[in-house]
């Protein structure tokens, strides 16, 4: 099994730019998660989807950031436009019944 | 009172030494939890669950007190290896499989 696969895994950018972040959660799971972690404020949960549905986004920081999950196999974070204090590494995780999350490699974002 | 709390640490030990870390939750409905290891700029991954009051796994030891609300990660013979940042974390069942993250307690184990 791949595991979850997130792209891309480094991301620069300047402010005010678009970034879409993406995710591949592991075949079969049908819950989806995104993270953000930082160092001031350590590891947030931003968004839940299950069986492709949003379940809980009040972790979303503001109307700039966006997700979506189109099937169960792909789901995406839009932050636009990006600020510097955006800048964390978002993890995407995935589970199924059994409540252990599994998460991908990361994205690192720094926005400039 | 944050939902879950952790000593920050860091906890410097020498190899061969135990160490035990505490974490408490706010949640008293809350029915398991975890422990999540995660290394310098990796993802978090599962160490440990706990359902009961506790279970042991080589090494570790991670032990619940439901009557305290708190749980707590016991190392023995600690290893260079072990160096790293462990998570506490608690279901939040108001929504399903959302689970709830501590800040973590960062070891460092030295030779």
């Known amino acids: 099994d791949a595991g979850v696969i997130q792209s891309p895994r480094h991301e620069v950018t300047e402010m005010g730019q678009e970034v879409t972040l993406r995710c591949k959660p592991i075949s079969g799971h049908n819950s989806l998660f995104w993270y953000r972690q930082t160092m001031m404020r350590g590891l947030e949960l931003l968004i839940y989807f299950n069986n492709n549905v949003p379940i809980d986004d009040s972790g979303m920081p503001e109307d700039r950031f966006s997700a979506k999950m189109p099937n169960a196999s792909f789901s995406t974070l839009k932050i636009q436009p990006s600020e510097p204090r955006d800048s964390a590494v978002y993890f995407c995780?995935?589970?199924?019944?059994?409540?252990?999350?599994?998460f991908g490699p990361g994205t690192r974002l720094t926005v400039l | 009172r944050k939902e879950v709390e952790q000593d920050p640490g860091p906890f410097n030990v020498p190899e061969g030494a135990t160490v035990a870390f505490n974490c408490t939750y706010s949640?008293?409905?809350?029915?398991?939890f975890f422990w999540y290891r995660q290394d310098c700029r990796k993802e978090p991954k599962l160490l440990m669950s706990v359902y009961s009051s506790g279970n042991e796994d080589g090494r570790f030891t991670a032990q619940l007190n439901r009557a305290s609300q708190y749980i707590s990660l016991l190392i023995r013979d600690s290893k260079l290896s072990d160096s790293a940042t462990y998570l506490c974390v608690v279901p939040d069942y108001q929504y399903g499989n959302k689970l709830v993250f501590g800040a973590g307690t960062i070891l460092r184990v030295k030779s």
């Open positions: 949640n008293s409905a809350s029915q398991s």
């Open positions: 995780a995935s589970s199924s019944e059994s409540n252990e999350q599994f």
